[in-house]
């Protein structure tokens, strides 16, 4: 079984609409992370999170909202979708420790979203 | 601010040739460096890392990317490449340290194997 999972893999919505992905990891980390994909532009991070009670913007969180269920569930919100966040989205999470598995972050297969 | 700049946006390579797939960083710190590819309709994978320790790091499927801190540079290299090596490959710099695990990431690159 896959140590993070992302639901749906693929959307497609209408502009305005209220969309949610959803991320589960079985690592055990407590770090997370959400980030969109264009071509061209790399990954661009939108929100991360070092635990439950700690959640933080990154480069590109407008238009976007998190949500830190558990330890292991990390959701993304986009509250009225539009389409220039048409992109693909990835979830990630990282071990906090020492040693060579530090900042390491280990990727979902990624949900494709798209705005009409 | 830390950042990462991947020359070439596709490289395109003979099966059997060198693959070198190019990154220069810049960071104000002594930097983590990695190396992920992107197969298609996949997530990322980790390639290799840079955690300042030896310089030259070998990682999996005969990749290794060497660290030059004079060049600030971090190169991904294969001596021989195979049809399976197609992909998405990106080059990512965080401060290291387990300080705030946030990764940036350069724009990616290409790769094309014809056979």
């Known amino acids: 079984d896959a140590d993070v999972t992302q639901t749906p893999r693929n959307r497609i919505t209408k502009t305005g609409k209220r969309i949610m992905l959803e991320c589960s990891q079985t690592?055990?980390?407590?770090?997370m992370y959400w980030y969109r994909q264009d071509p061209g532009l790399g990954l661009q991070l939108i929100y991360y999170?070092?635990?439950?009670?700690?959640?933080n913007k990154g480069e590109i969180s407008d238009g976007y909202s998190v949500s830190r269920q558990a330890q292991a569930k990390f959701s993304l919100s986009l509250e009225s979708a539009i389409p220039n966040q048409t992109a693909l989205y990835f979830c990630?999470?990282?071990?906090?420790?020492?040693?060579?598995?530090?900042?390491?972050?280990?990727f979902g297969p990624g949900t494709r979203l798209t705005v009409l | 601010a830390q950042s990462v700049t991947q020359l070439g946006s596709h490289v395109s390579v003979s099966e059997g040739a060198l693959v070198l797939l190019r990154c220069n960083y810049s960071?104000?710190?002594?930097?983590?460096l990695f190396w992920y590819v992107q197969y298609p309709n996949q997530g990322l994978q980790l390639l290799l890392k840079y955690t300042s320790a030896a310089t030259l790091v070998k990682g999996i499927n005969g990749f290794e990317a060497e660290f030059k801190k004079s060049e600030t540079s971090f190169h991904l290299t294969k001596p021989s490449a195979h049809m399976s090596d197609a992909a998405e490959y990106f080059c990512a710099v965080s401060l290291g340290s387990g300080n705030t695990g946030k990764l940036i990431f350069g724009q990616g690159t290409t790769l094309q194997v014809k056979p």
């Open positions: 999170s070092f635990d439950v009670k700690d959640i």
């Open positions: 690592k055990g980390h407590d770090r």
């Open positions: 960071s104000s710190v002594p930097p983590y």
């Open positions: 990630a999470t990282s071990d906090p420790g020492t040693g060579v598995s530090t900042d390491t972050q280990y």
